[in-house]
Every structure is written in C-alpha cells, then in structure tokens.
C-alpha cells in the first residue's frame, strides 16, 4: 500500500489548543505569534521560523502568547522515514528546527500542488514535500522571496480581519491588476477567493477541535455574522460548518479538500 499524501493546512491560535494526537506524522511550522509546544515532557517556545515534528501517538498541545499562524502537515511517508527520526532526534537535543523566508515560501507553494486536481501536480508536490525534508537536513542557500509571498505570509498572520485586495497589492508593493494575475498564476485562485478558502481552512481547524459555537469561530476570523461565515465554509467544504463539526471531531488526520 502506498503511503498517503502529504496534507499541508493552516492553523491560526488565539487561544491555547489541548492535547491531541494523530495516527500520522505531524510538523508545525509557525510563520507569525508566540507560543510553546508541549509534547510528552518536552516544552518549546516557537515563534516565527520554528518548526517542530510529532510522531505518530504523541501527545501535543499549544499555548498561545501572542496569536499563533502556523502550517501542519501531517504525513505517512516510508520514503523518508529514516531522514524524520534523524531531524527529530535533532529536535530533541536543540530544540525546534529553523525555517527561514524561502524554507516558507516553499510550503505555500507545495500546498498549492498537493491541492491540486492535476494528477501531475500533486505528483511534482510530493517530490518537492520529499526535498523540502531533505532540505530540513542540509540547509540550502536563502534566495529572495517575491511580492505574492510576502503577502501570502501577511494574509495568513491577518486571517482574524476583513482583508482587501488593495492591502494585499499594497503589501506585495503591486498595483492591483498586476497583483492579482501574479497571485493567480502562483495559486490558481483570486486573492479573494484563496482569502476565503485560508479562512475556511483555519476555522476548520477550530471547529475540529474546540467546543467553540459557529458564531464564535465566524468572528475571530472577521466574517461579518454567523450566516456569512456558513455561506463561504459550505462554497468550500461543500457542508455546513456544523456538519462538518460532527462528521470531523475530534480532527481527522489526514483529513483534505474534497
């Protein structure tokens, strides 16, 4: 049997998450906020760049100090299993791993692959996912990060407010219209609707695991009232956000779009 693919998601914290476990391997890679990480008698203060893995059974939790905007992957993958045990032995004597600018970038990149309807390309992200890991071994030169990064970063460390087209342009130092065919061609989505699917995707996260109620979850991350939120959530996992709370909870690993 072949392992499964890759799943890359994002996380936004404002509060502390309990303890939780997988079946499948797990990274957090943090891009905004202060916090810990908390596995079995292990405690470590993450923040921008810090990545850290939990292996399959592990018991983990997040305490949030400042709102915490991460991505967790989780994985199954024999592949590269050796190479994980050595960067989690690594973890274990220095602490969380260090992920800078591109390293990140990467992420958002792949996660667009693995989203992919294309056969082609889920397939291309699970070789970039298998090099991205070795890359987390041997470090590879930093190379300069565009304007569509820089604001995908931004967006997803904003994901608690009403976001525009013009701040995100604004941040990626674009005009509008050039902003917008670059982010299309990056992520195969306007920057509204990929602002939408993130919202989604990280009150999923939420509602998976906390006992939040669905207004709650539609205003921390800046939908106008609970019927907004449901009307976005149901365009993208194709339930309601109740639903999608009672067939989820607690989060299912491995869990991805339909």
């Given at each position: 049997m072949e392992s499964p693919?890759?799943?890359?998601?994002?996380g936004f914290l404002t509060q502390d998450f309990p303890s939780?476990?997988?079946r499948l391997w797990?990274?957090?890679?943090?891009?905004?906020?202060?916090?810990?990480?908390i596995q079995g008698a292990h405690s470590w203060t993450v923040s921008a760049g810090s990545l850290t893995l939990s292996p399959p059974g592990a018991v983990h939790s997040l305490t949030v100090e400042r709102a915490l905007v991460f991505y967790f992957v989780q994985?199954?993958?024999?592949?590269?299993?050796?190479?994980v045990q050595r960067l989690v032995d690594r973890q274990l004597s220095d602490g969380p791993l260090r992920v800078e600018g591109e390293g990140i970038a990467e992420v958002g990149r792949l996660k667009v692959k693995l989203d992919s309807p294309s056969v082609d390309r889920v397939a291309s992200g699970l070789h970039g996912f298998r090099s991205w890991l070795y890359d987390l071994a041997v470090p590879r030169p930093e190379s300069q990060t565009d304007g569509v990064d820089t604001a995908l970063v931004w967006l997803r460390q904003n994901l608690d407010r009403r976001l525009s087209l013009d701040e995100l342009a604004s941040v990626a130092r674009?005009?509008?219209?050039?902003?917008?065919?670059?982010?299309?061609?990056?992520?195969a989505l306007s920057p509204l609707a990929y602002?939408?699917?993130s919202k989604v995707e990280a009150a999923s996260f939420?509602?998976?695991?906390?006992?939040?109620?669905?207004?709650?979850v539609a205003v921390?991350?800046?939908?106008?009232?609970e019927f907004h939120f449901g009307k976005i959530f149901k365009k993208w996992r194709g339930v309601s956000p109740g639903r999608w709370r009672r067939d989820r909870s607690p989060i299912s690993p491995g869990s991805s779009w339909p």
């Open positions: 693919l890759p799943t890359i998601h994002y939780h476990e997988h797990e990274i957090h890679l943090f891009t905004g906020g202060v916090g810990s990480l994985f199954d993958d024999r592949e590269v299993a050796a190479l674009m005009d509008r219209s050039t902003f917008t065919r670059r982010f299309r061609v990056r992520t602002v939408h699917r939420l509602l998976a695991g906390t006992d939040l109620s669905l207004g709650e921390r991350f800046g939908f106008s009232d």
